[in-house]
Structures are given as structure tokens and as C-alpha cells.
């Protein structure tokens, strides 16, 4: 059974910095492609950053530079660094990953940029 428990979101000012963390059980992270997506409300979940399982990464325009996904394959965690945080990184955070023929998502965090 897949699990995914993301957690390190909460209230930071602009121009601040968080990591969230994505801890994953029934699948190894090493081996999967994972996913962080955020959703504001009203709106669809869009794809933030992207770990191929090589190691490649993916981030969408308005995050390069200022956020980055990494992994520890020892404790199967996912990470997203989050610096610079801007008004508009406030979402709801999610972890993803895709497994053949089902999809998986954490159960979110929220994380709030303001002065």
C-alpha cells in the first residue's frame, strides 16, 4: 500500500524559505518519478517540481531558481526547498507519485507566504 505524508509547510514572510518533506512507504522513492503539485483554492492543482527517477529534475517557470527537489533514498523522503518564497507561493502543497495504473497523493500542507 502506497503512502505519501508530506509535512514542513506553515506561515513564512516574503522572501523567507521552507522545505516541505514527503515521507513515502510501499514504494522506493529512488525508483519512481515523484511529484510536488500545489493547489489554490478555486483552482487546479498545477505541477511545481519533478524528480525523474534518474535524477533529472523539472520546475515550472515561476519556481526555477528559487525552488529545488532533491531525495534521500536511504530514508525514502522527498524534499522540496522552497527560498525566496513569494505572496503567490501560497498553495496547499502535495506529494505524487504515479504507479502503473493508480496515482497516489499525500494529504497536503499548507504553506502561507505574508507579512
Known amino acids: 500500500q502506497v503512502q505519501l505524508v508530506e509535512s514542513g509547510g506553515g506561515l513564512v514572510q516574503p522572501g523567507g524559505s521552507l522545505r516541505l518533506s514527503c515521507a513515502a512507504s510501499g514504494i522506493s522513492v529512488s525508483s519512481k518519478t515523484m511529484d510536488w503539485y500545489r493547489q489554490t483554492p478555486g483552482n487546479q492543482r498545477e505541477l511545481v517540481a519533478r524528480m525523474f527517477s534518474g535524477g533529472d529534475t523539472y520546475y515550472r517557470d515561476s519556481v526555477k531558481g528559487r525552488f529545488t527537489i532533491s531525495r534521500d533514498n536511504a530514508k525514502n523522503m522527498v524534499y522540496l526547498q522552497m527560498n525566496s518564497l513569494k505572496r503567490e507561493d501560497t498553495a496547499v502543497y502535495y506529494c505524487?507519485?504515479?504507479?502503473?495504473?493508480?496515482?497516489?497523493w499525500g494529504q497536503g500542507t499548507q504553506v502561507t507566504v505574508s507579512s
Open positions: 505524487f507519485c504515479y504507479v502503473i495504473g493508480s496515482e497516489y
